[in-house]
């Protein structure tokens, strides 16, 4: 690594086009994550109050493509399409991203950028897009880095990058640039996780969760009236805040346990303990605030009652919005399939439901 690279902030000034600047194309695509241990409250600079576990998702992607040439001008020039639709909102976002990080990557100011985002689940499914699209984002950063200045050669050392820059852009997106379980946040229990990036936990647990669903649920789609940014700084006079962030550090622990053993019954215990922990905070910060919908509430008395009757080990986790993730082995897919298709059917919204399950990780388009 070059010795003026300072390891904690990646500030490189070296990293500056010193004769011609390229053009070229440069595209990613990222998975979305669903926490079982939740990120919820952080310092400045997106530094999480706890640290935070999760599944990377396998069919919930954002596609990114980045088209670049030389500058035109002075200001940074940054056009964004969504779904091949100009979207002047992302553009301005990204273009405050990219200032926000022009001293990590200085080659930024270069260039003049047009970027061609897809997500593919429904956009209008409520289902977050920050994580899978900053990482995106943050991985085809990193490449136009290792293309043009030879460097991150090793993929440990571009996977970690990504996942610090991807920090910057979203929490939770720092997670999404591994596949399988990822842990980010500094734990006793994991000796080399950080504040600062996501590192794979995937290969420590048993088979049974490294194949495992996710059905997400589809309640409600409206937009949240309270967002996660907003959401994350009421913490920060939550008068449960600090019991809260003990308790993630523990279940970090033993949920680690719990998966390496297989023990799925504390594997439930331990998940939907902070799915409802989240939702506590919602309800006891001020000014408090619901996301829950009378039918996630429905949905998760019905799991309860499934459960107690079938033995069959599903259970829910929730992000920050009335949609409900389902979470069981693969092995008990056909009858809760059947059982989404006959009681689960009428709580919810026309978009169904999305199927999805633990996946591999980023690829390069
Ligand atoms: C409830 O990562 O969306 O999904 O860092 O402000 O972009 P920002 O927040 P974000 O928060 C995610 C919160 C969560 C839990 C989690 O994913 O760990």
Redesign the pocket.
């Known amino acids: 690594m070059s010795s003026a690279i300072n390891e904690l902030t990646y500030r490189d000034k070296k990293l500056i086009f010193s004769d011609t600047v390229p053009s070229g194309k440069i595209g990613w695509q990222s998975p979305s ?1 669903i ?1 079982l241990v ?3 409250g ?1 310092m400045p600079v ?1 530094v999480p109050r706890n640290p ?1 576990l ?1 599944f990377t998702l396998s069919k919930s992607n954002t596609k990114t493509r980045i088209e670049y040439t030389s500058a035109s001008g002075r200001d940074m020039k940054v056009d964004f399409y969504l779904n091949d639709q100009p979207n002047p909102e992302f553009g301005l976002k990204t273009k405050a991203f990219f200032e926000s990080i022009s001293d990590i990557f200085p080659f930024i100011r270069q260039l003049d950028f047009k970027i061609y985002s897809e997500n593919t689940f429904p956009h209008s499914a409520g289902i ?1 897009s ?2 899978s699209g900053m990482s995106a984002l943050a991985l085809t950063l990193c490449d136009l880095e290792r293309t043009h200045f030879g460097n991150l050669t090793e993929d440990a050392d571009f996977y970690r990058k990504a996942s610090y820059v991807a920090r910057l852009g ?4 720092c997670r999404s640039v591994y596949g399988g379980l990822v842990d980010w946040g500094k734990s006793k229990v994991l000796a080399n996780s950080s504040d600062l990036y996501g590192i794979p936990v995937g290969d420590q647990v048993n088979e049974v969760f490294l194949t495992y669903q996710d059905t997400v649920l589809l309640v409600n789609a409206e937009q949240k009236k309270v967002s ?2 907003a959401g ?1 700084s009421l913490m920060n006079n939550n008068p449960f805040a600090p019991e809260r962030f003990q308790q993630a550090q523990r279940h970090i622990g033993e949920l680690l346990e719990a998966m390496k053993a297989g023990d799925l019954e504390t594997f439930i215990k331990i998940t939907e303990s902070e799915a409802l922990t ?1 939702h506590a905070m919602m309800m006891t910060s001020q000014p408090y605030y619901l996301l829950m919908k009378a039918n996630t509430l429905q949905i998760i008395e019905r799991i309860f009652a499934f459960r107690d009757e079938t033995n069959i080990p599903v259970s829910f986790t929730l ?2 919005g009335p949609n409900v993730h389902l979470l069981y082995p693969f092995s008990e897919k056909e009858k809760v399939m059947q059982w989404i298709k006959s009681e689960l059917r009428e709580f919810l919204s026309p978009l169904g439901f999305i199927d999805d399950e633990v996946g591999k990780g980023p690829v390069k388009l």
């Not at 979203?170 to 997106?173: E, H």
């Open positions: 994550n926490a939740k990120y919820w952080k997106q935070s999760s977050a920050s994580a979203s929490g939770s997106a996660s940014r994350h989240l992000d920050a």
